[in-house]
């Protein structure tokens, strides 16, 4: 079934389309790597699909209804953005960021359940500007799935974060795509990840280059070769 289907969606700013026709589904279960250079419109789709940007053309369903007709699917969805916002000193502890994630109030056992499940449980009283950067991005991944998202979107989660830190949140990520059967919608820099994680993929460079099954993108070296001659020249078009 699918989840999300997006169809000719096309985002015009002033002097640069965005994104230009782009058509694909998502089902449920997936795990959707979008890779893309910078600026092939990858955060822009997920801002169109986060009901944060209305100024487009096409049509977006999620879960069989048109979003410009009900924001209810917002609900359905946990969302952790690339560099989260926020005041370093900001006296806020964990507990108190999951829990703004939370739309009951009488859910606490929830966010215990959570926080283990994500290895920061020891860390529920500390407060944020203290974290380390893999900490962090667990503490917004929490807050996200505080309330059993059917759909968990990620844009380049892993940004700025140590190596060690990036295997431990790859693997919580498949955790939760396998054992919770999350729908996942990714945007990565990382091939190699994408490679080894997700089950489908998204070329995007404005246009839709490439959507399928990974190993059928990874496994065809004209592709690669394709995609990443276009992630150069968007590179030094950028430099």
Not at 121 to 129: F, M, T
């Amino acid at each position: 079934m699918s989840l999300v289907e997006i169809k000719n969606l096309t985002v015009q700013y002033p002097d640069v389309k965005a994104l230009d026709d782009v058509s694909f589904t998502v089902n449920q279960g997936d795990f959707l790597g979008i890779i893309g250079p910078n600026g092939a419109g990858k955060s822009t789709l997920f801002d169109v699909m986060l009901n944060l940007n209305t100024k487009y053309q096409g049509t977006l369903k999620f879960f069989g209804e048109d979003i410009r007709k009900s924001k209810k699917y917002l609900k359905e969805i946990g969302y952790v953005p690339q560099k989260p916002i926020f005041e370093k000193n900001f006296p806020a502890t964990v507990n108190d960021v999951v829990r703004m994630g939370l739309r009951k109030e009488s859910d606490e056992n929830k966010i215990d359940k959570i926080l283990q499940q994500l290895w920061i449980h020891e860390l529920s009283n500390r407060r944020i500007g203290e974290l380390s950067g893999g900490q962090l991005q667990r503490v917004f991944i929490a807050k996200a799935l505080v309330n059993n998202p059917k759909i968990l979107i990620l844009d380049e989660p892993v940004t700025g974060i140590d190596q060690q830190s990036i295997e431990l949140f790859y693997s919580i990520l498949r955790e939760l795509n396998s054992k919770q059967k999350i729908t996942i919608i990714w945007s990565s820099h990382d091939l190699d990840a994408v490679n080894k994680l997700a089950n489908h993929v998204a070329c995007l460079n404005r246009t839709l280059f490439f959507h399928g099954m990974s190993e059928k993108f990874f496994s065809d070296d004209k592709l690669v070769k394709q995609y990443s001659e276009a992630s150069m020249q968007e590179h030094m078009h950028h430099h």
